[in-house]
Every structure is written in C-alpha cells, then in structure tokens.
DNA sequence: AAACCATGAATAAGGCCGACCTGATCACCG
DNA sequence: CGGTGATCAGGTCGGCCTTATTCATGGTTT
C-alpha cells in the first residue's frame, strides 16, 4: 500500500461522502501531527496500535563494505516503533483451531 | 504525545473550524487504513515518512527472566517501521554551524 | 496523462544494539 | 474502571548501519 491507496482506504473508512481530496488532507494532517509529536515530545503513543519513539543511537563501529575497513558510524537520531496489542493481533496469522 | 494530544494537533493542521470529532474521526480513519494496509499488503509505505511492513519471526531460543531458564520463544507475527528520510531529518539535532 | 525529481530497495560483511521471553507492579489511557 | 503499556532481571538471535551504484517506485507538478 502507498500513499494513494492509503488515502483511498481513508475515504471508504470516512465514508464515502468524504472527498478524495478531503482524505488526502486528513492523512497528511495526521502524519504531521505525528511528526510534531516526536519533534516537542520525542515520543507519540496510541495505545493498541503502536508507540512512536525518537531515539538516540551512539556512534559505533561498522564496515564499510566497500573496502572493507572498518568505519565510525557517527552518533544519529532515528524513529523506532513499538506495535501494540491491537495492530499485532490484528496482523495476526489466522488461528489454526478456530472451528 | 497521546492520542488526545494527536487528536488537537490535527485538528490544528486541518483547520480551526474543524470540529474535535471530525478530527477524531480522521485519526482512527487513518490508524484503520494503516491496519488494513498490512492485513492486505503486509506493507504500507508514505514516502519521507516511513514504512510499516509485517514481519514474521521465526522460532527462537530465549531466557526466562524469572528462573534463568533458557526457554523457546515461538515463532510470532509483528510490526516493522523504517524511518523515511522526511521525518529523520526532521527529528534531527539542530545543526550546530547553522550560522 | 506525462514529466520530472526525490525517495527507497538491494547488495557486499562485521560488530554492536535491540527485541523477546515471564511475572509482577504501577502508571497511563480512553 | 478495565485494558494497555512500560519496567526489570540475562542470554540469544536478528536487525541496523556503513559506501556507492543502479534501478524501481512514488508523488507532486505541469
């Protein structure tokens, strides 16, 4: 799924009465809220989907795999994500013994 | 950042005569087509954003915290997130020779 | 619809960091 | 108020990150 059809997917979820256009802005709307949020709180959290967090990762050793040699990989800034209960059981396999 | 505090920022990005709920309304419509996208896909990407994708772990040895026991942890389904560059740069560190 | 530019994936190998297990507790969320 | 989520113990295994290139895809603009 890209971008498109995740704003495709938004409209049918708002209802169809909803504009493409009006969809496109509530997702980017939410994607920079959620970006604010890392930005002022380093940290966004909705419980049973999942929990943004900003995280500092120390320099370290690495390989330059094109010589070789080994490299300072410097001190950097990234985003992680831990899934909630809700998005892992709703990826969840189907249940073998459901019947 | 909680998902009220997700809500109001929003609602901001959209427009001061958008309502609370209809700001609501667009978070869970987005969170929704998110879930959907990895049930259907197993990834959902936005460019300069990131990518979520599902990732399926197999089997593993583990230790059981409480008795020191090494323990097998069984093969699971969860959610990836790859940090697109849009938002590692915007959570970056200030550049410290901006001026 | 086409054009154009940016982003992202893949690949090489090594070393380090993070996920994950259980169970209890507490805080927070909605 | 009930559910979710974070924390903690320590060992093991998987993933991150490096460079440079190429190609594919995405997304915005015209």
Chains 1, 2 share one sequence.
Do not use: W, Y
Not at 25 to 50: H, I, K, M
Request: hydrophobic share 40%.
């Amino acid at each position: 799924m890209n971008k498109a059809d995740l704003i495709t997917e938004v409209q049918k979820h708002l209802g169809i009465e909803c504009s493409k256009a009006h969809a496109e802005r509530a997702v980017n709307a939410v994607l920079s809220a959620v970006t604010r949020g890392l930005q002022v709180d380093g940290e966004v959290q909705v419980v049973g989907f999942g929990t943004f967090h900003v995280k500092d990762r120390a320099a370290r050793t690495g390989l330059n795999p094109q010589t070789k040699q080994p490299m300072q990989i410097p001190a950097s800034r990234t985003v992680g994500f831990r899934v909630g209960s809700g998005l892992r059981s709703a990826v969840a396999p189907p249940r073998e013994d459901a019947s």
